[in-house]
């Protein structure tokens, strides 16, 4: 079975590897490539500022991590465009469908990116371009591949011109419309040329050869070819991208025979029949098959002699009796006692958690369900849940309990780790110790967890805010305890910090243990929250857009525990696919990717109150030094103390009376319009959101009223603000300049600069 994964970059040995593996494929497969261009690829996918596009590469691997192919393509975010560089199977596989599996993948993911267009190059099937006939033969086959989804050369134009003059087989230009039926308008295909042509071969076209190229466009619509090799009532239909599907479900079909009918054991098959059957009946997700998986993914993260003895004691017990430990013979942990029954308490943490066989059978399956999501998520699913039980974030490296046998997040959050940094936001009332002891010294993997306080909680002896890592994890565990009676709004406060240094951390995924306890009345907790709370959870989490795995953890009160899931994954999905419901708890959201800005207030006068407001929403965002943030604040006194004469502008915006987002600006003394942008900062819980987005460009308007012609803003070349270069290239701004070693050695500034239209 191959999966098609993204890859971001190479900070993992795994990444590393695969991206060597892909610089070979592209030496082989494509001789024409110069070796600069191939050397360059790991930078590429690092630095969208530089190179002028983001930049995509994903691979076709097997459970192995064998590579059997790669498609490469370019976002040129400034203009909706993308642009396929390549895609090839490894050498020896083609024929095998690969080709026609990373196509469908870039296609999906052009369209989630709200692409106009797919474009690309083939080379051609004319004679007159082509006069190899073998050459030629080849050329057609792969028209023929591109024709199926749609996809067809551009006509009546000059981009078939050969930069020099003895060169054979000059590409046409491909259009894949994404399912669109029209053909390309114009300003679409001059837009995209021009891009192509001055940010991909800039050392290649001179501007004298991209002028002449784009005059050469001239009819609306552009016209593309008729097909040649298949009927278009053949062709492939567009499919619906990753982000626009039902989410996926793996249910655990092997939970039910872990049935223990002791008095007062709450963990019960019958918590996934009422959480399935409420997400059944509201048609909000898909139910997707377990995949089996080998059991060295469990020894990843569990000592051998847990696993072995788990193994060994239920066998022993069979599925009619069940053996609890009554000994704890920990005292003595070189010399563990024989008997198994007795041992029980040498590996187990609680005397409520029984082993029998079904136990056994029930756990290892859970781990194959939530290891089917996490390749659900590598695939490039936007997020996915596994319905499981037992349950499993108790479960430490060396000892198990509080119903959890093995750690089924942290076993996925370590598999997904080879491929890029993980948080773990354990959302359960009980301490997510098993996480928090798994990976405790490493600092590839964020452990944040949001509980009781041990004080009166279980585990009793782990989760306490001390407890920050160690060695190489050092501040890498973040502990949030809570008292025994909260209230929901305090519950949403806590969150939005825990969430806010999850923003720091930068992960390539998350994994959200998901325990339902935190619910009123819920037998095993103390909290209050309601289904709308878990509405307003599930919105938070979904709105940081981090590919997500989610994984059934507690909840035993079933009564409501399907309405509190169902609650949970629909404010999660509305709020990470851009589509959510007006409500008066939350009036901002996002509908399609804009801003229903109905309940936004818009002002740009500043008065007292500000400058602490200011003040407190720049030092939530978490990147700026505390004199970073005491300037930010003496600008607003200053146009309090001297008004336009400043020279600092200011435009806010509020939300039922909380300030959100804000920018200070103004005209560069000494200049024929041209603007400073000085601030830009938006809450952190409602970034993502495409606030940013909004201030800016009604900042970009007041700008043009005042007569700026150009803006420029500058910020940090560190990994930190690799995020804030993007937003200003996302917003059409261009790098004009670096300033090595500006803020320190190593730290420089980045000039951006935007002519305003």
Not at 350 to 373: K, Q, S
């Amino acid at each position: 079975m191959l999966r098609i994964r993204r890859v971001q970059d190479d900070s993992t040995p795994a990444n590393k590897t695969v991206i060597l593996e892909a610089q070979s494929i592209m030496r082989v497969q494509f001789p024409g490539l110069s070796g600069d261009d191939i050397d360059k690829l790991p930078n590429q996918l690092l630095d969208p500022v530089s190179y002028g596009f983001v930049s995509n590469l994903f691979v076709a691997e097997d459970a192995r991590d064998r590579l059997h192919g790669l498609a490469l393509f370019l976002f040129f975010s400034d203009i909706k465009v993308c642009y396929l560089e390549l895609v090839s199977a490894a050498p020896g596989t083609t024929g095998r469908g690969i080709g026609d599996v990373l196509y469908t993948r870039v296609r999906e993911e052009a369209m989630a990116l709200n692409a106009e267009a797919l474009f690309f190059e083939c080379l051609p099937d004319d004679p007159a371009l082509s006069p190899d006939p073998d050459i030629r033969a080849q050329n057609a086959a792969r028209l023929k591949f591109y024709e199926r989804f749609g996809a067809r050369p551009v006509i009546g134009t000059a981009y078939e011109t050969p930069v020099s003059d003895d060169a054979t087989d000059p590409p046409y230009l491909m259009v894949d419309m994404l399912g669109n039926a029209a053909e390309p308008g114009l300003e679409l295909v001059r837009r995209a040329v021009r891009v192509i042509l001055e940010r991909k071969y800039e050392t290649i076209c001179t501007p004298d050869y991209v002028t002449s190229v784009i005059t050469s466009i001239t009819e609306d619509p552009v016209r593309l070819r008729d097909y040649r090799y298949i009927h278009p009532r053949s062709r492939r239909r567009s499919q619906s991208p990753h982000g626009q599907q039902a989410m996926p479900v793996i249910v655990n079909d092997k939970h039910d025979i872990h049935h223990v009918h002791d008095r007062g054991y709450v963990e019960a098959p019958a918590r996934v029949r009422a959480i399935w059957s409420e997400l059944e009946n509201a048609g909000m997700v898909r139910r997707v098959a377990p995949q089996h998986y080998p059991e060295r993914h469990i020894l990843a993260v569990h000592d051998a002699r847990l696993v072995s003895y788990i193994r060994r004691a239920c066998k022993l017990a069979g599925s009619k009796t069940s053996i609890y430990p009554y000994v704890f013979p920990v005292r003595n942990a070189a010399r563990p006692p024989k008997e198994q029954a007795v041992l029980a308490g040498y590996y187990c943490i609680d005397t409520f958690t029984p082993l029998n066989e079904n136990a056994y059978l029930a756990a290892r399956r859970a781990v194959d369900c939530t290891m089917t999501a996490a390749d659900l998520i590598l695939n490039g699913a936007p997020a996915a849940y596994a319905l499981v039980r037992p349950p499993g974030h108790h479960a430490e490296a060396k000892v198990f309990g509080g119903f959890c046998y093995f750690n089924n997040a942290a076993i996925a959050a370590n598999y997904l780790s080879r491929y890029g940094r993980v948080a773990i936001l354990d959302i359960d009332y009980h301490h997510g110790n098993g996480q928090q002891d798994i990976f405790y010294q490493r600092s590839d993997v964020l452990t944040v967890s949001i509980h009781g306080h041990p004080n009166f909680a279980y585990p009793y002896f782990s989760g306490f805010r001390d407890e920050k890592g160690l060695d190489d994890g050092a501040g890498y565990n973040v502990n949030l305890p809570l008292a025994e009676t909260i209230t929901p709004a305090l519950y949403h406060k806590v969150l939005a910090e825990a969430l806010a240094r999850i923003r720091r951390f930068r992960p390539s995924y998350l994994v959200v243990p998901a325990g339902f306890d935190t619910a009123k009345g819920d037998p095993t907790g103390t909290w209050s929250n309601l289904a709308r709370d878990f509405t307003e959870i599930g919105r938070a989490i979904g709105a940081e857009g981090y590919p997500t795995l989610i994984v059934q953890e507690g909840g035993y009160r079933v009564r409501a525990l399907g309405t509190n899931v169902r609650s949970f994954l629909g404010g999660f999905s509305a709020a990470q696919t851009g589509i959510a419901t007006l409500t008066a708890r939350d009036p901002i959201v996002r509908q399609t990717g804009t801003l229903n800005t109905a309940a936004l207030v818009w002002r740009d006068s500043v008065s007292a109150d500000d400058v602490n407001r200011i003040r407190s929403l720049v030092g939530a965002t978490g990147y700026f030094s505390a004199d970073e943030i005491a300037i930010a604040a003496e600008l607003v006194e200053e146009r309090m103390a001297k008004g336009r004469r400043s020279g600092y502008e200011f435009l806010l915006a509020e939300l039922d009376g909380r300030l959100v987002g804000y920018t200070c600006f103004g005209k560069i003394d000494g200049t024929e319009g041209s603007f400073d942008l000085y601030w830009i900062a938006v809450d952190p819980e409602l970034q993502g959101n495409g606030l940013g987005r909004l201030i800016m460009d009604r900042t970009e308007a007041a700008m043009r009223l005042m007569g700026a012609i150009s803006v420029y803003a500058d910020t940090s070349s560190s990994e930190r603000y690799s995020s804030t270069r993007m937003f200003y290239v996302s917003m059409g701004f261009h790098e004009q300049a670096l300033l090595e070693d500006f803020y320190s050695k190593g730290d420089g500034k980045v000039i951006f600069e935007k002519v305003l239209d």
